[in-house]
């Protein structure tokens, strides 16, 4: 589904990513996993079309992003850790907004925002404000705003930041619904117990390296992912 070769990035003399060679199979949940510093955010930006790489390659099902960027941004859905909604417009108005961005006809942008409210039980508030809803229903808004023109990749940064235990499991319900019905999803997340939870396999990253990558089951063996996480990454 995604490939990446060589992926480096530098800042002037600072190497942020370095040389980070792996695939993101299609279908799985794919978490991306480092301290502070580690590389992750700056891997999700190359990921995700927003900055360029210093050398090395991504594939996009086999397409380099270079002559293809539209079909590419069509192709993947971006949940971002900050909440960017447009505090002044209802959520109704919020998604609407998004979805003629992607220039979606009104009958089936209409079609689709009553459908993705009513997948998240957020069809209630549909003429509410943003600003009063709550944290959770923010952050499933976040979901499905990034769903309006049907992506096939998901990327998820930070997805249940600053939410209690009770909701952040709703949260994970959602994206384990969101891959049975077929969407490839990158999540980075600091709560390691939700990748040892969500992730078919991980990516640990540090100071811009790939330390490890595998399934959660074959990299703890016995431990606990984060007991392989610090060790990892100190």
């Known amino acids: ?8 990035k530098k800042f002037g003399d600072k190497v942020a990513v370095d040389d980070l060679n792996f695939e993101i199979l299609r279908g799985e949940i794919f978490g991306l996993l480092g301290k502070n510093g580690a590389g992750k955010t700056t891997t ?12 090395g390659q991504i594939f996009f099902e086999e397409k380099l992003p270079q002559g293809n960027e539209i079909a590419i941004k069509k192709l993947i859905g971006i949940v971002p850790q900050h909440l960017n909604f447009d505090q002044d417009l209802t959520v109704g108005e919020n998604l609407e907004l998004h979805a003629r ?14 459908e993705l409210l009513h997948f998240v039980e957020l069809e209630k508030v549909k003429n509410s404000f943003v600003k009063n809803l709550s944290g959770g229903m923010k952050r499933r808004l976040l979901i499905i705003r990034a769903l309006i023109h049907e992506p096939k990749i998901l990327f998820l940064d930070e997805p249940t930041v600053a939410l209690d235990p009770q909701v952040r499991r709703k949260i994970w319900d959602l994206i384990q619904t969101l891959k049975s019905r077929g969407i490839t999803i990158i999540l980075t997340t600091h709560y390691i117990e939700e990748a040892e939870f969500l992730c078919d396999r991980v990516a ?8 490890a990558l595998d399934t959660t089951k074959n990299l703890c063996a016995g431990k606990s992912l984060e007991e392989v996480f610090i060790q990892l990454t100190n």
Do not use: A
């Open 44 to 55: 999700i930006k190359m990921l995700t079309l927003q900055l360029m790489p210093t050398s």
């Open 204 to 211: 640990i990253l540090n100071v811009g390296k790939l330390v």
């Open 1 to 8: 589904m995604i490939k990446l070769e060589n992926l480096t």
């Open 101 to 114: 961005l992607y220039h979606l006809p009104k009958v089936e942008r209409q079609k689709k925002i009553d």
